[in-house]
Each structure stands twice: as C-alpha cells, then as structure tokens.
Nanobody
Framework: VQLQASGGGFVQPGGSLSLSCTLS????????IAWFRQAPGKEREFVTA????????SYADSVRGRFTISRDNAKNAVSLQMSSLKPEDTAVYYC???????????????????WGQGTLVTVSS
C-alpha cells in the first residue's frame, strides 16, 4: 500500500496552491482520505477529509471556505485546493487513508492506517 502526496511549495499570503494524493495497492473506493498538517513545534492536526461512498466532506474550522477537497475514484486520487492562504497554513501536509471511518470519526487521527510522506507548504511574503 502506498500513499503519495505531491504539490507543496512556496506561496505568498492570499495565494493558492493545490495538493494531490494518490493511493495504490488497495481498492481506492473503500478508503476515506484525509489531510492532516503539522507545523514546526506543533502537533499534527486535522485539516479536511472526504469519505468513501457518499463522498461527504469535513473541514477544520480554520480552513473551511478556503480549502476544497475532492476525489476522483477513476484516478485513485484526492485533490486539495487551497486558496486565500495565510502564513499560519505553513506546515507539512500529510494525506492519510482509512477503511474504518464513519462520519463521527473521520477527524480522528487514530483511525487512519496509511500515511503519505508529507509535502511542505510555506506561506510567506
């Protein structure tokens, strides 16, 4: 099983950036995909997730309205569109996959079985 995250980089405040995550080695349709992030000196935190099946989504309050998650089951990929980026969005972003989520647990880091390697997003002027 492999999760591959890509798309990080440097952007100025107010700018946009897109991240992508692909999952291979399992049936993609059976997995919810989430993004977590970890800033220097801080714990890893939930950002957003998209469930399997109904594709319901969940967002952290800090990113709601600015970030959009979507999935393409034909490509085994999830995209994260980030706009109106702020310096406090600076972090390493990790995608994660779980076949065990339900709507009440989708934000819980402990239900995610597979993790990507992380991609750095830096928002600075």
């Amino acid at each position: 099983v492999q999760l591959q995250a890509s798309g990080g980089g440097f952007v100025q405040p107010g700018g946009s950036l897109s991240l992508s995550c692909t999952l291979s080695g399992v049936n993609f349709d059976d997995y919810a995909i989430a993004w977590f992030r970890q800033a220097p000196g801080k714990e890893r935190e939930f950002v957003t997730a998209i469930n399997r099946g109904d594709r319901s989504t969940s967002y952290a309050d800090s990113v709601r309205g600015r970030f959009t998650i979507s999935r393409d089951n034909a490509k085994n990929a999830v995209s994260l569109q980030m706009s109106s980026l702020k310096p406090e969005d600076t972090a390493v972003y990790y995608c994660a996959a779980s076949s065990r989520t339900i709507s009440s647990t989708i934000r819980n880091i402990n239900v995610y079985d597979y993790w990507g390697q992380g991609t750095l997003v830096t928002v600075s002027s």
